[in-house]
């Protein structure tokens, strides 16, 4: 794709805001395009698009006919630091969640034998488990799930606390772009004009 696009004639592309479309914009950046990354929540965008009828085709058509008119919102486009900030968050929240789960299900196991596992913190759960004198059977069915228990050195590099933006800013520079993170499949590629105001 790379190399078609740089034979073309540099123009603007509008790109409708999702998951994927700051790699994408990034990546039409690096080839000299001009791109808008637009809020797919705003309706004269589409004004042209059949609701009957959705196919990538016709989004694109209507991308295209919406960046020659500036039928478009800008969405926002995240800085490198909040976007790493923001997928930090996610890591951490995923990893103390399936922690949780996994107690709560072995200690759910270890109650069924009528024994109990001694109060403490998360980090040392695994511990209080090998502390316990677990009949063979129910070794075996908890076993797996203490191997795949999130390890210590994991969470704690994972629930570190996380510099505010400013100062994470100081190390990487934020980017000149204006607009969103993450656009879809769909772009559309409008004659060369300049930015509407």
Request: glycine share 6%; net charge positive.
């Amino acid at each position: 794709m790379g190399e078609l696009l740089s034979k073309r004639s540099k123009a603007r592309v509008l790109l409708e805001a999702s998951t994927e479309s700051e790699w994408v914009a990034r990546y039409l950046e690096e080839l000299g395009y001009e791109v808008v990354v637009a809020d797919p929540n705003f309706a004269p965008m589409y004004a042209t698009r059949s609701r009957r009828v959705k196919t990538d085709k016709r989004d694109a058509r209507s991308l295209a006919e919406a960046c020659k008119l500036g039928a478009y919102r800008p969405a926002h486009r995240t800085s490198d630091a909040k976007r790493h900030m923001k997928a930090q968050l996610a890591v951490r929240e995923a990893l103390v969640r399936t922690r949780t789960r996994y107690i709560s299900l072995v200690s759910s196991l270890v109650r069924y034998e009528g024994l109990r596992i001694a109060d403490g913190e998360a980090e040392s759960f695994v511990k209080r488990v090998a502390d316990l004198v677990l009949p063979g059977s129910l070794m075996a069915q908890v076993a797996p799930l203490l191997s795949l228990h999130p390890s210590d050195p994991a969470l704690s590099l994972n629930t570190a606390p996380i510099p505010p933006i400013r100062e994470r800013g100081a190390a990487c520079k934020p980017s000149k772009r204006k607009q969103s993170p993450g656009a879809g499949r769909h772009g559309g590629l409008g004659k060369n004009h300049a930015p509407a105001q």
